[in-house]
Each structure stands twice: as C-alpha cells, then as structure tokens.
C-alpha cells in the first residue's frame, strides 16, 4: 500500500514515497520495461526459441530499469553512451556494483546480444536458446525491474551511490 509522508516545510508540501516504492521520474521507465517483459516470450518461443524482435523488447526492458535508476538519482543519463554497451554504462555509473551476479550475466548476455545480433544488415531474424532459457531470460529480466525498483530506487543508501557523468 501506498504511504506517503508529507511535510509541511515553511509553505512547501514535500511528498515522499516510502517503502521503496518508485518515485517521479523513475516510473515511466519501470511501466515501460515492465510492460515489456509482462507478456513474456510469444507463443512460438514458447516451443522453438527466442527470436531477435522478442530478444529486442528483453534488451529494452534491460536497459529502461538501469536508466531508470539513473534518471531517479541524477535526472538524467550520460549524454556520450552507447545503447549497445550497457555494461560499460553500469561500470561507468556505479550500476554494475550493486547488482548481484545473476543480473549481472543478463546485463552481459544483452550487451552480447546487441553487439552480436541486433540490426543484421541482410534484415535476417536470428533464433536462439531453448524454450527453458527463453523463459529463464524473462524471469530474470522481470527480476531486474524488481531489483532495480525495489532495493536501489527505494533504497536512498544505494541510488546515492550512483553517478552520471
């Protein structure tokens, strides 16, 4: 549930949202990725794989919940990145150091992605991993919004920790 402390401070009502709960700037993002993710894999992944457009919307999703904390703390992410190397965003940023091994590898397995298969110049679709790793990929990425709206956006101790440069 909802809770908010207000604080009448000479005229200014400030309001805050506690229990980790996220905030202003960071929900949109968060819907976003998370409306990525919610539907999960199509229906053809389900039997044969995951196909590039659906390994797309993971990726985005991925990459939404980080700048998310970004956007949280600073307002904004750095101006001189480059989508296709989240990682290096995460370590230039303090990300990278407060995610736990798990999401880690998924950070990892988009950058790959992205460098590997994203934008084949022939417009060919690339196929891969198991029905089992398809489904392992979405929960994890769903794990990864969780993480990154619950214990650095809700957590003032760790979003302070982070930084745009």
Known sequence: MLS??????????IWRVVGGLMSFYADPWLREARN????????????SGLSSPEF???????????K????????????????????ALCETTGVWDILPPALKNLVQEVETYRLTYARQPDGSVATFSSPEQVQRYFSVARRLIDYMEYHVIGNDSVLK?????
């Open 4 to 13: 908010f402390l207000i604080n009448n401070c000479g005229g200014f009502i």
């Open 68 to 87: 998310a904390a970004l956007i949280e703390n600073h307002g904004s992410i750095p101006q001189q990145h480059n989508h296709k190397k989240l990682v």
């Open 161 to 165: 920790r982070l930084k745009v440069v």
């Open 36 to 47: 990525s993710v919610n539907s999960g894999p199509g229906q053809a992944s389900a039997t």
């Open 56 to 66: 797309d919307r993971l990726a985005e999703a991925v990459e939404k919940a980080i």
